[in-house]
């Protein structure tokens, strides 16, 4: 079955910009889609579609996708986005939806 | 904008059943479909299954086939998840969330999740 890959932690200044990767095969050739989860909350989904934003979602957040990595990009980073980021892919073989295992977001 | 309310926490003791429910106001099942996802304490999620209304029929990912009962009642506007056979390793929040199905597939929004402990 499909698998991807993220970094367990990443960290970053307040302020700067976080680049929280996903890995997987060829994983430019699917859709992948993003959720952001706070400590004792539901997950929320801040990208679809590799780069489309629901309603709501600040435009500081911003995804890409291409060849083996998709990436979700968090401009001008806040307090509020420290949490746990998850990507999820559409397989359409094996098991079809596949999670990445999370990276959580933390400040230097 | 949709919004879906979850049962409240369970305790449950090893070889036995629980039920889920899930209930949509603002939106419809009749229309759209729902999944099933779990998150283990301190772990990350792990897709379980979902309900297709077109379809008419439930999905189940491998490692729960056998255990896991997906339905809905679109008279009540409510999804419910009943797994079986319960086992410790079963202890998680498990969440339902509208399963967006556009050419790809993703979920949102979320229900406020629903913790399941098994323990003797």
């Known amino acids: 079955s499909y698998v991807v890959t993220q970094p367990p932690s990443v960290s970053v200044a307040p302020g700067k910009t976080a680049r929280i990767t996903c890995g997987g095969n060829?994983?430019?050739?699917?859709?992948v889609h993003w959720y952001q989860q706070k400590p004792g909350q539901a997950p929320v989904l801040v990208i679809y579609y590799d780069t489309d934003r629901p309603s709501g979602i600040p435009e500081r957040f911003s995804g890409s996708n291409s060849g083996n990595t998709a990436t979700l990009t968090i401009s001008r980073v806040e307090a509020g986005d420290e949490a746990d980021y998850y990507c999820q892919v559409w397989d359409n073989s094996g098991d079809l939806v596949v999670f990445g295992g999370g990276t959580k977001l933390t400040f230097l | 904008q949709m919004q879906l309310v979850q049962s409240g926490a369970e305790v449950k003791k090893p070889g036995s059943s629980v039920r889920v429910s899930c209930k949509a106001s603002?939106?419809?099942?009749?229309?759209?479909?729902v999944s099933w996802v779990r998150q283990a304490p301190g772990q990350g999620l792990e897709w379980m299954g979902g309900f297709t209304p077109i379809l008419r029929t439930p999905t189940y990912a491998q490692k729960f086939q056998g255990r896991l009962t997906i339905a809905v009642d679109e008279s009540t506007n409510t999804a419910y998840m009943e797994l079986s056979t319960l086992r410790s390793e079963d202890t998680a929040v498990y969440y339902c969330?509208?399963?967006?199905?556009?050419?790809?597939?993703?979920?949102?929004?979320w229900g406020q999740g629903t913790l399941v402990t098994v323990s003797s």
């Open positions: 060829n994983i430019g050739s699917k859709g």
């Open positions: 969330a509208r399963w967006v199905q556009a050419g790809n597939h993703w979920f949102d929004p």
């Open positions: 603002g939106g419809s099942f009749s229309r759209d479909a």
